[in-house]
């Protein structure tokens, strides 16, 4: 979809988007999402504008590793808002392709329903390289949803590398979803996951696995009681569900606005979420100081001549700091 042309009202866009226009936020979106140098500045304006309202929203995000469910969790769950009379916005950040860029954007396919629901938004962003997977403009994205009118904001990490991160320090919630089978799956796990979630959730509990996933919550709650919480407000539960059946994820939501109503009360949503834009801006300066490395004909010739001498031995790292820093002009 076509971003808006140079000179755009910005009074005017701001208007309609947060009168809820999906067609005005699907531009709004591809506006933020542009690397142009004019589209930004309009992007950043726009934001402003909107920024009184914004935050009223649920922010949660949620990992898993491949085949966990992640995609028919948030077509359950968000199916289940929607009917509760609230508007969801999913962020959806696909794996790209390092080879040739691709992204797989199939969440839409995959949340039959949400796709369908007019009080639903399904914004599938390519990460296209971005580190830890989390698409570069996504924090933005969600300003714009939650001005839209959308109350819950849905973040899906890729569930690789560094994404969990990534999406623990844009959300007000953060879960983990895993499967049955908890032996295997605690050899393996990061233990910086386990320290960031403020919920476990074990899915695919229905059937056969039924009895599995009671353990692998038995094996959880052992870990996490080990752990320091990520919250002095908030012990971490461990829960099964069934994205297919649907059983037990009213219970998961119960368990977000518990959480949400506690550390309102205490100050810590407040506090967090004002670290949270704090960092949000230094990370846009650095990627905005970085840019020219990626875009300038010149850098992108010499910085791999500059990384070759240094990994050669034949210049220091701190001389090849300097060097990197003239041709920057800084």
């Known amino acids: ?12 866009i701001a208007r309609d988007l947060r009168a809820g226009d999906r067609t005005t936020l699907s531009r709004a979106i591809t506006l933020i999402e542009s690397k142009r140098a004019d589209h930004r500045r309009t992007a950043a304006a726009l934001t402003q504008k909107l920024i009184d309202a914004t935050g009223n929203a649920v922010r949660v995000g949620i990992t898993g590793a491949p085949g966990v469910g992640k995609s028919t969790t948030i077509d359950a769950l968000g199916n289940m808002l929607t009917h509760e009379a609230r508007k969801v916005a ?7 392709s390092q080879r040739t860029g691709g992204s797989i954007l199939a969440d839409k396919t995959r ?70 089978g908890a032996g295997d799956e605690l050899q393996g796990l990061k233990k910086g996951i386990v320290e960031l979630a403020d919920m476990i959730a074990i899915n695919k509990a229905d059937g056969d696995n039924v009895v599995r996933a009671r353990a692998a919550a038995a094996e959880y709650r052992a870990a996490l009681h080990i752990l320091s919480p990520r919250s002095p407000n908030w ?37 967090r979420r004002g670290k949270q834009q704090v960092k949000w801006m230094w990370s846009m ?28 031995g034949r210049l220091a790292a701190s001389a ?11």
């Not at 999913?90 to 790209?96: C, G, H, K």
């Not at 973040?155 to 959300?171: F, K, L, Y």
């Not at 461990?238 to 368990?255: I, Q, R």
């Not at 300066?285 to 990384?307: C, Y």
């Open 111 to 180: 949340m039959a329903r949400l796709a369908n629901d007019l009080n639903a938004f399904i914004r599938p962003s390519p990460a296209s390289g971005t580190l830890g997977g989390v698409a570069a403009k996504t924090r933005e994205t969600m300003l714009l949803c939650e001005a839209a009118g959308y109350d819950v904001v849905l973040v899906e990490t890729v569930g690789v590398g560094q994404s969990e991160i990534a999406v623990a320090d844009m959300t007000d919630f953060f879960l983990a979803l895993m499967l049955p």
């Open 90 to 96: 999913v962020l959806a950040v696909d794996p790209s």
């Open 285 to 312: 300066l650095e990627e905005r100081l970085f840019a020219p490395l990626r875009s300038d004909r010149t850098l992108k010739a010499a910085v791999p001549r500059i990384e070759a001498d240094v990994a050669a």
């Open 235 to 271: 012990s971490p539960p461990v829960v099964t569900y069934s994205a297919v059946t649907g059983d037990g994820v009213a219970a998961l939501w119960a368990a977000v606005l518990e959480h949400r109503a506690k550390l309102t009360a205490s100050g810590e949503l407040d506090e």
């Open 1 to 12: 979809m076509a971003s808006f042309p140079p000179g755009a009202d910005i009074a005017r």
């Open 320 to 330: 090849a700091v300097e060097r990197i820093a003239d041709l920057l002009g800084k």
